[in-house]
């Protein structure tokens, strides 16, 4: 389980968060929920140690709130950034052998032959473009490798950073089932969003926030008819305007 108390986080002076609680209980999905600028990525950045922050963050009974991204990566949580951060002149097949070095240590040819297995028989066009560079993937061609380069350092708890952006609607469905067959593999998913309808009709829990705090919560399928999800991204919008 991931549990966050009072978690602050700046950038220099600017306060990017100001008082973040939220949990993953373990087997859940739990989305966190916003819109541009909301803190969203920076809460993930905080969890693995990419920003400065206060406040506690414990993972499976361990305190990591002070920890960099190597042992949290090693402690069982894997960050998928946003924007499908893939190296684009390595082909599909060392994008993922990539991944299992820079994490873990490398665990051994038979162990990572296994691991790239899994990671093809749940993505069967990576399997087909293993060869391929990741710059001539589609985009949720893409996408479905940066998930399966996370996947790779065999992770407990998978953070996704808006594994929907810019993609098409028939995809985005694809990428939403392919993330709730990963966890109905036993692994915990922490989703971030700016798609409220497709992030709640895919998770258990969900937290709105906004300008760096925690509007409201709930369960995601008492939320996805709640008037206040409108209203929350329409007053951040009017507030940009
Ligand atoms: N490197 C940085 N330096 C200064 N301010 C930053 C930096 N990164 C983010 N911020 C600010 O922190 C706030 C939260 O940004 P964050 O990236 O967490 O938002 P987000 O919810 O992920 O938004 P988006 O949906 O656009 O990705 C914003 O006001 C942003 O301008
Ligand atoms: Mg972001």
Redesign the pocket.
């Known amino acids: 389980m991931l549990e966050i108390k009072n978690l602050h986080a700046y ?1 220099g002076a ?1 306060e ?1 968060l100001k008082g973040i609680n939220l949990t993953v209980p373990d087997g859940k999905i739990v989305c966190l929920i ?1 819109a ?7 809460t993930l950045k905080s969890i693995s140690g990419m920003v400065k922050h206060t406040g506690s963050i414990s993972f499976n009974g361990e305190d990591i709130t002070k920890e960099n991204a190597k042992h949290v990566n090693k402690a069982g949580v894997i960050h998928v950034p ?1 924007g499908r951060l893939v190296f684009p002149g390595l082909t599909v097949y060392q994008n993922l052998e990539v991944g299992t070095i820079s994490w873990h240590g490398f665990m051994g040819r038979a162990s990572f032959e296994e691991d790239i297995e899994k990671v093809f028989s749940l993505f069967p066009r990576l399997k087909e473009r293993r060869d391929q560079q990741a710059w001539s993937l589609s985009g949720g061609e893409q996408q479905m490798l940066a998930i399966g380069r996370g996947l790779m350092a065999r992770p407990k708890l998978l953070m996704l950073d ?1 594994p929907s952006m810019g993609l098409a609607p028939l995809v985005i469905e694809e990428v939403f089932r392919k993330i709730r067959e990963i966890n109905e593999q036993g692994i915990s998913i922490l989703l971030i969003e ?1 798609n409220a309808k497709k992030a709640l009709e895919n998770s258990d829990y969900a937290y709105i926030i906004e300008q760096g705090q925690i509007l409201f919560e709930g369960p995601a399928a008492e939320l996805e008819h709640d008037d206040r999800i409108a209203r929350a991204y329409l007053g951040n919008f009017a507030k940009k305007a």
Do not use: F, L, M
Request: proline residues 0%.
């Open positions: 950038y600017i990017a916003g541009n600028g909301a803190g969203k990525t920076t946003e808006e700016q």
